[in-house]
Every structure is written in structure tokens, then in C-alpha cells.
């Protein structure tokens, strides 16, 4: 059985240490050592006792195998940051154990321990997958610098993945606001509702139309959680083919007759801790909605050709733009994964439904893009700004922000702008009723009076409804 060094235990009440036990510790080696895990392979006692009794207080979980079978079932149980492996055990040697070990699945960096510090070893970890070695006899001091190295890689190797992930997202994340604005009371009880959410762990929807914010809600959700320090993992599952999906969501092992493997982090790995945003999940391949129904009953999921499996913390954020029980009664969704992902629903109005809306964000759309493109902001008209608010918006705030990047470079707003087409949806009462107005307004050239006359209705109606719409 493998024995588990548990952080209260006094590792001096075991046999003394052999390597460097008075080297004395001095100042932090790197922020992520305290939250690490740390498994720790060898078949020495001795080195046992010196490795354990370096580590004890420094990492967050340390756990000790006295040999691979050992070791093999403490992976199967747990996800580790940092392996310390020995080369020379009886059996199997460190280095053909690890090579064996990343074609089953192990997701840990691993350092190599070796006294015999040779071409040909040195080579077949490296192959193996070892991140570094630490040479036999070796100090705390160099033991504690090697596993902040690999620490350190890995969170760039993490950090550079989720930029990655960010640039493909092909949205000018840079410039967006980083909160739903507006003033309208649907508006405010969307932002309550995020609140709300992200004071759970629990996988919430996002319902709304095409660019009506879904994504900045998701993103206001992670800023507003707990899990704001971990990654925002965003994936488009529209119009990529269930391999390349997959790949991406769950990543891949492959190891080919050459005894070489390849592995490919999935951006389930990259989102740990954080949030993975799934942009049009009602797009989501059957394939990957069976593996994540596995994953949310489980709490565990497998890569691509891997035999083991990984525990993961993720909070599921969806979007979508289409009913997503309509998917499920079309039979294209899965009804129990429909069930585990909706735990909480937020929808977001469209933008011709929180008219009120319209005039911050033309205000704020042409301030920042003025200030990003070096253009002075163009007149807004009263006439263009009624137009603008008796518009539908089909494209909604996206559709808006492009509107006021093509006046800052046209100089203007676009004369014909807001000549809506008549689509045969059903609108609310209160929409269809601004547009009545500003549409009258429009064609009385902005006299309320008049406007008022023709409606039928009081001066001030017109006047407060103005003022309300923030003209
Ligand atoms: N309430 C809002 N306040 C500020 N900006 C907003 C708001 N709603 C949307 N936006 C902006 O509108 C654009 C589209 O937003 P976003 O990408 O979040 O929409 P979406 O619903 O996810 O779109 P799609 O369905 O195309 O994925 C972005 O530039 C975003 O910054």
C-alpha cells in the first residue's frame, strides 16, 4: 500500500535523512509551491524520509509511493502537479515506467531523481516526458528550485494556452466593455441574476439572441466569482467537426508504433479551477455531449485515447441562441445534459427591448472607439438618434457598436440609417408602442407638440417617454 504523508504528520519521527538535511530554508522558492501537489516515488527509505521532510509544510498535498504499482493507483486517484520519480527501482526503471505511464494518461510534470547522470539517460527521459532532473546527492535548496521551475513552466504553459484560446476567440476582447451597461430594469435584473450566479459553482445558460451579451455576461459572471484568479476558457462548438471538437474540449494522447507519444492539452485541462464557456452548445456534437454528461456525473473526464481518467473543477457556462429544449424535443441535445447545464437560466432581452439602453451605449461605444481609432466622435443628429432608437436592432448591441465604428469612420451616421423591415415577429407592447412614437416624431420632424396632436396623447407623455429612451 502506498502510505500518505498527511501535513500534520512529523516526518522527523521517521528514519533521519540522508541528502542535505541541513540545508535551511530561506524566503518563498514561488507562489504556486503552497497550492501544489506532489507525489513522490522511491524505494529507498532514507530518500523518502528526506524528500517528505523537505516538502511537508511547503506543498499543499504530498503523497508517497515506495514503488510504480503504488504510484500507478495513486494516479488513478489523483491528479498531482509535480512527480518526483526515482530512476533506479527494482523492476521497471523510473524513465521506462514514465514513458509507459504518459501513454496511459499522466498529466503531471515529472522530475527525474538519478545518482547516474549519463548521455543515454539523460536523453530517454527527456523522450519520456521528465521536465528536469536533480542529480543524486542534491540539497533542499535545489530540490525546492527544480520543482518551482517546473511549477512556473507549467503556469505559463497554462497562461499562453488560455491567450491562445483568447486570440482564436477572434473577439476585440481588448476593447469591449467588461460589463453589461445600461440602465433599463431588464438590464438590472440580468445583472442581479449574474450576481447571483456567481456566488455558486452551479453551470448556468445564457439565452439570448446574436450579440446581445451573452459572452460579456459570461465573462461578468467569472469576474464576479470566486473563480475570477482561474482561466475564462471560451469554446465555439458551432462548425467544427466532432474529432477537431473533441481534441480541443477533452485533448488527446496518441502514442504510434515507435513507442512515441504526442499529447495534446484539451481546453478542459486549461479551464481548471476557472470557467469553460461554451459558446452554442445546442451546436454541440453528439460525441462530445455523451463525454460531457460522463464528466458531469463523474466529476472526472478522459483525453482522447487516454486509459486514465482526470478530476476536474469547472464551472459550465452555455450560451445560446436558439431554445435549447427545442434542441432537446428535436432529439439533437441530450435531455439529462440539458437538465445538468441549465441548472440556473439567464436570459438576456434583446436591445430593441430596453430602448432606454440605446443612447449609453451609442455613448459608449463612440467615446472608446473614438479614443481607440483616433477619430473624433460624429454629430448624432436628433433625428438619427430617433431613428436609432425606433430601430429593432436584429443584430442588437453587437449591430449598435458596429454601427458607431462605421460612423467614426465614415465621418457620420448613415442618413438612411434605421429603416427597419418588417420581420413578422411578435414584439412587446412597450417596443412596438416607441417606435409608434418615434417614428411619429421622425415624420414631424422632432416637433412633440405636433407629434403629440397626431398620437393623440398629452405633450408630456411625449415629453417623460423622451426622456425615459434618453433623448
Ligand atoms: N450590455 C452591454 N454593455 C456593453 N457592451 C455590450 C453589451 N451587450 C453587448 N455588448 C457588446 O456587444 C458585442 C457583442 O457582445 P457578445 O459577444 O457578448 O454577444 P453574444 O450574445 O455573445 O453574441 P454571439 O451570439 O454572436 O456570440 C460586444 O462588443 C460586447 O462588448
Redesign the pocket.
Known amino acids: 500500500m502506498s502510505r500518505t504523508i498527511n501535513m500534520t504528520s512529523d516526518p522527523s519521527k521517521s528514519a533521519a535523512p540522508t541528502v542535505g538535511a541541513t540545508d535551511v530554508l530561506v524566503g518563498s522558492f514561488t507562489p504556486e509551491l503552497p497550492k501544489a501537489s506532489v507525489l513522490v516515488i522511491d524505494d529507498e527509505p532514507g530518500m523518502r524520509n528526506f524528500l517528505s521532510k523537505a516538502l511537508v509544510g511547503h506543498c499543499a498535498t504530498l503523497d508517497v509511493a515506495t514503488n510504480t504499482e503504488e504510484a500507478a493507483n495513486l494516479l488513478d486517484a489523483n491528479s498531482y502537479d509535480i512527480v518526483l520519480l526515482d530512476n533506479v527501482m527494482p523492476k521497471q526503471n523510473g524513465v521506462e515506467w514514465l514513458a509507459d505511464q504518459r501513454r496511459i494518461g499522466l498529466f503531471s510534470d515529472v522530475i527525474l531523481m538519478t545518482a547516474f547522470a549519463d548521455l543515454d539517460t539523460a536523453i530517454a527521459a527527456i523522450r519520456a516526458g521528465a521536465s528536469d532532473f536533480l542529480l543524486k546527492p542534491f540539497r533542499v535548496n535545489q530540490l525546492l528550485n527544480a520543482i518551482a521551475r517546473s511549477l512556473a513552466r507549467a503556469q505559463l504553459l497554462r497562461q499562453n494556452a488560455v491567450l491562445r484560446h483568447e486570440v482564436e476567440a477572434g473577439?476585440?476582447l481588448l476593447h469591449?466593455?467588461d460589463a453589461?451597461?445600461?440602465s433599463s430594469n431588464a438590464?438590472k435584473s440580468v445583472r442581479a441574476a449574474i450576481a447571483k450566479a456567481a456566488t455558486t459553482s452551479s453551470h448556468v445558460v445564457i439565452r439570448?439572441e446574436?450579440?446581445?451579451?451573452?459572452?460579456?455576461a459570461a465573462r461578468m459572471l467569472h469576474s464576479n466569482s470566486s473563480r475570477a484568479e482561474n482561466p475564462f476558457v471560451w469554446l465555439q462548438c458551432k462548425g467544427m467537426n466532432e474529432d477537431t471538437l473533441q481534441t480541443r474540449l477533452f485533448g488527446r494522447i496518441e502514442s504510434n508504433s515507435d513507442d512515441h507519444w504526442q499529447e495534446q492539452d484539451g481546453m478542459l485541462r486549461d479551464a481548471a479551477g476557472g470557467i469553460l464557456y461554451l459558446?452554442d452548445v445546442e451546436m454541440l456534437s453528439p460525441g462530445c455531449q455523451n463525454l460531457l454528461v460522463e464528466l458531469l456525473t463523474t466529476g472526472r473526464f478522459r483525453p482522447i485515447g487516454a486509459k486514465r481518467s482526470v478530476a476536474i473543477d469547472v464551472q459550465i457556462v452555455s450560451?445560446s441562441?436558439q431554445s435549447l429544449q427545442q434542441a432537446v424535443n428535436d432529439n439533437r441535445f441530450r435531455a439529462d445534459l440539458f437538465y445538468m447545464l441549465n441548472v440556473i437560466e439567464i436570459t438576456?432581452p434583446p436591445l430593441r427591448e430596453r430602448g432606454e439602453d440605446i443612447v449609453e451605449?451609442i455613448r459608449?461605444f463612440s467615446e472608446s472607439l473614438s479614443a481607440r481609432l483616433g477619430l473624433s466622435q460624429p454629430a448624432l443628429p436628433p433625428v438619427t438618434r430617433r431613428r436609432m432608437l425606433a430601430y429593432r436592432w436584429p443584430g442588437n448591441?453587437?449591430e449598435l457598436?458596429n454601427t458607431v465604428e462605421r460612423a467614426l469612420i465614415n465621418g457620420g451616421y448613415d442618413p438612411r440609417l434605421g429603416k427597419t423591415a418588417a420581420t413578422g415577429e411578435i414584439e412587446s407592447l412597450a417596443a412596438v408602442e416607441q417606435r409608434h412614437i418615434l417614428e411619429t416624431l421622425d415624420a414631424c420632424g422632432g416637433n412633440r407638440a405636433e407629434a403629440a396632436r397626431r398620437l393623440g396623447v398629452a405633450r408630456k407623455t411625449i415629453d417623460r417617454k423622451c426622456q425615459a429612451w434618453g433623448l
Open positions: 473577439k476585440d469591449n466593455s453589461l451597461l445600461g438590464i439570448g446574436v450579440g446581445s451579451g451573452k459572452q460579456i459558446e450560451s441562441t438576456l451605449l459608449y448591441v453587437m457598436r
